[in-house]
Protein backbone atom coordinates (compact mmCIF):
# COMPACT_ATOMS: atom_id res chain seq x y z
CA UNK A 1 0.00 0.00 0.00
CA UNK A 2 1.61 3.44 -0.71
CA UNK A 3 1.85 6.26 1.63
CA UNK A 4 -0.52 8.67 0.99
CA UNK A 5 1.13 12.19 -0.50
CA UNK A 6 0.88 14.78 1.99
CA UNK A 7 -0.81 18.03 1.46
CA UNK A 8 -0.81 21.13 2.73
CA UNK A 9 -3.76 23.35 4.79
CA UNK A 10 -4.38 25.25 1.47
CA UNK A 11 -5.29 21.38 -0.36
CA UNK A 12 -2.32 21.83 -2.23
CA UNK A 13 0.28 18.98 -2.45
CA UNK A 14 3.28 19.65 -0.38
CA UNK A 15 6.96 18.46 -1.28
CA UNK A 16 8.05 15.20 1.05
CA UNK A 17 12.02 15.13 0.45
CA UNK A 18 14.08 18.25 0.63
CA UNK A 19 17.06 19.26 -1.66
CA UNK A 20 18.98 18.26 1.24
CA UNK A 21 16.90 15.16 1.64
CA UNK A 22 17.46 14.23 -2.04
CA UNK A 23 20.93 14.56 -1.84
CA UNK A 24 21.95 12.74 0.96
CA UNK A 25 19.89 9.67 0.06
CA UNK A 26 22.23 10.38 -3.73
CA UNK A 27 25.27 10.51 -1.21
CA UNK A 28 24.74 7.21 0.50
CA UNK A 29 23.38 5.32 -2.47
CA UNK A 30 27.12 6.44 -4.00
CA UNK A 31 28.61 4.77 -0.87
CA UNK A 32 27.05 1.93 -0.19
CA UNK A 33 27.01 1.24 -4.87
CA UNK A 34 31.07 2.24 -4.67
CA UNK A 35 31.94 -1.46 -5.19
CA UNK A 36 28.87 -2.45 -7.98
CA UNK A 37 29.47 -1.61 -11.91
CA UNK A 38 27.57 1.49 -13.05
CA UNK A 39 24.99 1.69 -13.98
CA UNK A 40 22.79 0.69 -10.76
CA UNK A 41 20.09 -1.05 -11.96
CA UNK A 42 18.48 -2.09 -8.69
CA UNK A 43 18.76 -1.01 -5.00
CA UNK A 44 18.90 -3.33 -2.15
CA UNK A 45 16.60 -3.37 0.73
CA UNK A 46 19.86 -3.11 3.06
CA UNK A 47 20.51 0.10 1.08
CA UNK A 48 17.23 1.79 1.43
CA UNK A 49 17.49 0.85 5.32
CA UNK A 50 20.50 2.66 5.37
CA UNK A 51 19.25 5.76 3.53
CA UNK A 52 16.30 5.91 5.98
CA UNK A 53 18.66 5.29 9.19
CA UNK A 54 20.88 8.47 7.60
CA UNK A 55 17.41 10.21 7.42
CA UNK A 56 16.88 10.02 10.85
CA UNK A 57 14.23 7.68 10.06
CA UNK A 58 12.08 10.35 8.93
CA UNK A 59 10.72 8.65 5.83
CA UNK A 60 9.35 4.87 4.98
CA UNK A 61 11.19 2.18 3.22
CA UNK A 62 8.47 2.85 0.33
CA UNK A 63 8.77 6.52 0.30
CA UNK A 64 12.57 6.17 0.00
CA UNK A 65 12.33 3.60 -2.70
CA UNK A 66 9.54 5.91 -4.43
CA UNK A 67 11.97 8.90 -4.41
CA UNK A 68 14.99 6.65 -6.14
CA UNK A 69 13.07 6.18 -8.86
CA UNK A 70 12.24 9.52 -9.52
CA UNK A 71 15.51 10.58 -8.98
CA UNK A 72 16.76 7.98 -11.69
CA UNK A 73 13.67 9.11 -14.05
CA UNK A 74 14.79 12.94 -13.32
CA UNK A 75 18.87 12.11 -14.49
CA UNK A 76 17.46 10.00 -17.94
CA UNK A 77 15.84 13.19 -18.73
CA UNK A 78 18.29 15.37 -18.19
CA UNK A 79 20.70 13.57 -20.15
CA UNK A 80 18.41 13.48 -22.88
CA UNK A 81 17.18 17.57 -22.66
CA UNK A 82 20.13 19.34 -20.39
CA UNK A 83 18.05 22.17 -20.89
CA UNK A 84 16.08 21.14 -17.99
CA UNK A 85 19.18 21.47 -15.76
CA UNK A 86 18.21 24.85 -14.80
CA UNK A 87 18.87 25.69 -11.00
CA UNK A 88 22.14 24.59 -8.88
CA UNK A 89 20.73 21.74 -7.09
CA UNK A 90 19.49 20.35 -10.55
CA UNK A 91 22.90 20.57 -11.26
CA UNK A 92 24.64 18.78 -8.43
CA UNK A 93 21.49 16.40 -8.57
CA UNK A 94 22.94 15.53 -11.81
CA UNK A 95 26.21 15.17 -11.37
CA UNK A 96 25.40 12.90 -8.11
CA UNK A 97 22.82 10.92 -10.12
CA UNK A 98 25.45 10.47 -12.97
CA UNK A 99 27.87 8.51 -10.42
CA UNK A 100 25.27 6.22 -9.78
CA UNK A 101 23.14 5.69 -12.69
CA UNK A 102 25.50 7.18 -15.60
CA UNK A 103 27.78 4.71 -17.88
CA UNK A 104 31.19 4.13 -16.58
CA UNK A 105 33.96 3.96 -19.24
CA UNK A 106 36.15 0.69 -19.24
CA UNK A 107 39.40 0.80 -17.62
CA UNK A 108 42.46 1.27 -19.53
CA UNK A 109 44.34 -1.55 -20.29
CA UNK A 110 48.22 -1.43 -18.27
CA UNK A 111 50.19 -0.04 -20.96
CA UNK A 112 47.91 2.64 -21.76
CA UNK A 113 47.27 3.86 -18.33
CA UNK A 114 51.50 4.23 -18.25
CA UNK A 115 51.65 6.13 -21.05
CA UNK A 116 48.64 8.67 -20.37
CA UNK A 117 47.25 8.47 -17.05
CA UNK A 118 49.57 10.69 -15.45
CA UNK A 119 48.83 13.45 -18.26
CA UNK A 120 44.88 12.96 -17.72
CA UNK A 121 44.81 13.00 -14.37
CA UNK A 122 46.65 16.04 -14.18
CA UNK A 123 44.12 17.77 -16.95
CA UNK A 124 41.68 16.45 -14.55
CA UNK A 125 42.26 18.30 -11.98
CA UNK A 126 43.10 21.64 -13.67
CA UNK A 127 39.79 21.22 -15.10
CA UNK A 128 38.16 20.77 -11.69
CA UNK A 129 36.60 17.45 -11.57
CA UNK A 130 38.71 16.14 -8.64
CA UNK A 131 37.60 19.52 -7.17
CA UNK A 132 33.73 18.84 -7.65
CA UNK A 133 33.99 15.09 -6.57
CA UNK A 134 35.59 16.20 -3.42
CA UNK A 135 32.89 18.71 -2.92
CA UNK A 136 30.34 16.09 -3.89
CA UNK A 137 31.35 13.75 -0.97
CA UNK A 138 30.72 16.37 1.08
CA UNK A 139 34.62 17.03 2.07
CA UNK A 140 33.74 19.56 5.17
CA UNK A 141 37.05 21.47 5.30
CA UNK A 142 36.48 24.70 4.75
CA UNK A 143 35.91 25.31 8.09
CA UNK A 144 39.79 25.85 8.33
CA UNK A 145 39.02 29.12 6.33
CA UNK A 146 36.45 31.28 8.41
CA UNK A 147 37.21 34.79 7.14
CA UNK A 148 37.61 33.20 3.46
CA UNK A 149 34.12 31.14 3.51
CA UNK A 150 32.31 34.63 5.31
CA UNK A 151 33.46 36.87 2.68
CA UNK A 152 31.95 34.55 -0.46
CA UNK A 153 29.23 33.71 1.10
CA UNK A 154 28.22 37.36 1.86
CA UNK A 155 28.61 38.06 -1.60
CA UNK A 156 27.29 35.27 -3.09
CA UNK A 157 24.69 33.98 -0.73
CA UNK A 158 22.12 32.64 -3.47
CA UNK A 159 25.10 30.76 -5.65
CA UNK A 160 26.83 28.12 -3.49
CA UNK A 161 29.33 26.40 -6.66
CA UNK A 162 31.97 28.28 -5.23
CA UNK A 163 32.15 25.83 -2.57
CA UNK A 164 32.54 22.97 -4.74
CA UNK A 165 34.88 24.91 -6.54
CA UNK A 166 37.59 26.10 -3.86
CA UNK A 167 37.04 22.42 -2.09
CA UNK A 168 39.04 21.70 -5.18
CA UNK A 169 41.78 24.10 -4.69
CA UNK A 170 45.26 23.46 -2.61
CA UNK A 171 44.70 23.74 1.32
CA UNK A 172 48.10 26.00 0.97
CA UNK A 173 46.26 28.61 -1.30
CA UNK A 174 43.49 28.83 0.69
CA UNK A 175 44.86 29.42 3.82
CA UNK A 176 46.99 31.93 1.98
CA UNK A 177 43.41 33.59 0.81
CA UNK A 178 42.35 33.51 4.62
CA UNK A 179 44.60 35.26 5.45
CA UNK A 180 44.78 37.91 2.93
CA UNK A 181 41.35 38.40 4.58
CA UNK A 182 42.49 38.76 8.05
CA UNK A 183 45.19 41.27 6.96
CA UNK A 184 42.54 43.36 5.48
CA UNK A 185 40.33 43.21 8.68
CA UNK A 186 43.04 44.28 10.63
CA UNK A 187 43.41 47.34 8.69
CA UNK A 188 40.02 48.20 8.27
CA UNK A 189 39.98 47.73 11.99
CA UNK A 190 42.93 50.90 12.38
CA UNK A 191 41.22 52.49 9.61
CA UNK A 192 38.28 52.64 11.47
CA UNK A 193 39.89 53.50 14.49
CA UNK A 194 41.74 56.64 12.79
CA UNK A 195 38.69 57.77 11.28
CA UNK A 196 36.90 58.45 15.41
CA UNK A 197 40.36 59.64 16.09
CA UNK A 198 40.30 62.66 13.67
CA UNK A 199 36.11 63.43 13.40
CA UNK A 200 36.92 63.96 17.31
CA UNK A 201 39.89 66.56 16.95
CA UNK A 202 37.81 67.77 14.10
CA UNK A 203 34.67 68.34 16.64
CA UNK A 204 36.57 69.76 18.97
CA UNK A 205 38.23 72.11 17.22
CA UNK A 206 35.28 73.31 15.66
CA UNK A 207 33.36 72.97 18.48
CA UNK A 208 35.73 73.59 21.42
CA UNK A 209 33.66 73.51 25.04
CA UNK A 210 30.37 72.72 23.22
CA UNK A 211 31.41 69.59 21.97
CA UNK A 212 32.43 68.07 25.41
CA UNK A 213 29.31 69.31 26.83
CA UNK A 214 27.57 67.43 23.71
CA UNK A 215 29.30 64.16 24.41
CA UNK A 216 32.11 64.58 22.51
CA UNK A 217 35.40 63.27 24.91
Known amino acids: METPIPRSPNGQFSRVFSDSDEI ?15 PITTVAAEIVDRIAKRLNYKFTSSQINGKIRKLKTKYHKHVKNKSLVRTHHDRKIFKLSKRI ?3 KTAPKKKNETQGGEIGNKKNETQGGEIGNRKADDGVGNLGKFPHLVAEFSRVLPENEIWKERMNGFDEKKLREMDQEWVALKVEEAKLVAKK ?12 GEAGTTNGVN
Open 101 to 103: WGK
Open 24 to 38: QILKSLIKATKSLPS
Open 196 to 207: AELMQQQIMMIM
